[in-house]
C-alpha cells in the first residue's frame, strides 16, 4: 500500500511538470510572432485539460488514502 501511494506520488509529480510545460508551450506560441497551427493548439489544449482532471482524480484519491 505504501507503494502504492509513493507510486502515486512520483506519477502526479510527472503529470504536474507535463502540465506546466504544455502550459508554457502553449503561452510561448501564442505570444510569438510566427502563426500558430490552431489544430495543433487545440490538440495540445485537450491534453493540458486531461492532464488537469487526472491530476484532481489523483490528488482525490490520496486525500481520500490518507483519510482511511
Not at 500500500?1 to 506560441?29: P, S
Not at 490552431?38 to 485537450?46: D, R, T, V, Y
Amino acid at each position: 500500500m505504501q507503494e502504492d501511494l509513493e507510486e502515486l506520488k512520483l506519477k502526479l509529480t510527472e503529470y504536474r511538470g507535463e502540465h506546466q510545460a504544455l502550459d508554457a508551450l502553449i503561452e510561448n506560441a501564442i505570444s510569438g510572432d510566427a502563426p500558430v497551427n490552431l489544430l495543433h493548439m487545440q490538440q495540445l489544449k485537450k491534453k493540458k485539460l486531461w492532464l488537469k482532471d487526472v491530476i484532481r482524480k489523483m490528488e482525490s484519491a490520496l486525500i481520500d488514502d490518507i483519510i482511511a
